[in-house]
């Protein structure tokens, strides 16, 4: 297979990387997005798109495809975006509107599954046929593979795993419901319960409160997963928090999925064992069968920010 783009279109970044037919990045380019306009958004990955071509032409090869992961949910014929909740694509029919831009195939995919196929290929899963991948950001996002193929269901909306019901009456989401998983094993989750130590005043909440200057509002994910790399005892339970929910969703999932290997990426993962090693612990609890079938081992995903490009880079270029 030969080279081709990868990008992932954020809200407020779009990130690209020319991938090699092994999974190797061999250039990058970066935009920012632009204001929710579904024209301008297209350009901006055309002009993403001929930076990359030209690095690569420069290297004497050329571009075959363009893969492009999104946020959002994908129509099962892999030419629409049908809902974005961040970007302003309602029934946006991305793959004709990039096609005529780059002159090029294009491959659009879901963020997560993009993400979850490249961890296949070239990441974590790479030895093993079938897995499940949970991304914790901002919210749960999920990608299965199952006899090495990736479920994209009926209607290319499958591995929505965010949106488990964990919890009824629990925190209500954003999609409308309650108490879905990614309200409670996510970044989001991660912050709002940091911060409502902070805000109570509880003394146990000392550190997290100096760190923060006193102001709630500016705790993040990431300076609460470094208290708890530096041993504060608030802040670590906080994340053992998230990683005891992550593991009993997991262990929901793995009921029905059977996977091989369960990968967690997404920057709370940036936590390592402050995460994993809660997630292990009860997921073990509350796998079904437990004691009497394998165990399945729950692992940080290798690839990083660069899943979702590499990964749809290679389902372009597995599609041409």
């Not at 990431?222 to 670590?236: F, K, M, N, S, Y």
């Amino acid at each position: 297979m030969g080279i081709c783009v990868g990008v992932d279109i954020g809200g407020t970044k779009i990130a690209a990387s020319a991938v090699d037919g092994q999974g190797r990045v061999l250039h990058q380019a970066r935009r920012e997005t632009p204001a929710q306009d579904p024209d301008l958004i297209a350009r901006a990955v055309a002009d993403v798109t001929e930076e990359l071509h030209r690095a690569v032409a420069a290297d004497g090869g050329s571009v075959a495809a363009l893969g492009a992961a999104c946020a959002g949910f994908i129509d099962q014929a892999g030419d629409t975006v049908v809902f974005a909740p961040n970007l302003a694509w309602r029934d946006e029919p991305l793959k004709a509107r990039l096609e005529d831009l780059v002159g090029l195939p294009v491959v659009i995919e879901n963020d997560a599954n993009a993400a979850a196929w490249g961890e296949f290929r070239f990441g974590a899963a790479r030895d093993v046929d079938d897995m499940l991948l949970l991304t914790l950001g901002t919210g749960v996002g999920g990608g299965i593979i199952v006899d090495s193929v990736l479920m994209r269901g009926a209607h290319g909306m499958a591995a929505e795993v965010g949106h488990l019901r964990v919890v009824p009456d629990g925190h209500r989401c954003g999609c409308g419901n309650k108490g879905c998983f990614e309200m409670y094993a996510s970044g989001s989750a991660l912050v709002r319960e940091a911060r409502a130590l902070v805000a109570g005043g509880s003394p146990h909440a000392g550190t997290l409160s100096d760190r923060c200057g006193g102001d709630p509002a500016r705790l993040t994910g990431q300076l609460v997963t470094e208290v708890a790399q530096e041993g504060d005892p608030a802040a670590t339970e906080l994340l053992e928090d998230v990683g005891r929910w992550t593991g009993e969703g997991a262990a929901s999932l793995a009921a029905v999925l059977d996977p091989a290997l369960i990968v967690v990426g997404g920057g709370v993962s940036a936590a390592g064992d402050l995460v994993l090693e809660p997630a292990r612990n009860a997921f073990g609890r509350h796998l079904t069968g437990r004691g009497h079938r394998e165990i399945i081992p729950i692992v940080r995903a290798e690839l990083g920010n660069a899943a979702g490009m590499i990964g749809a880079a290679d389902l372009a270029a597995a599609r041409t």
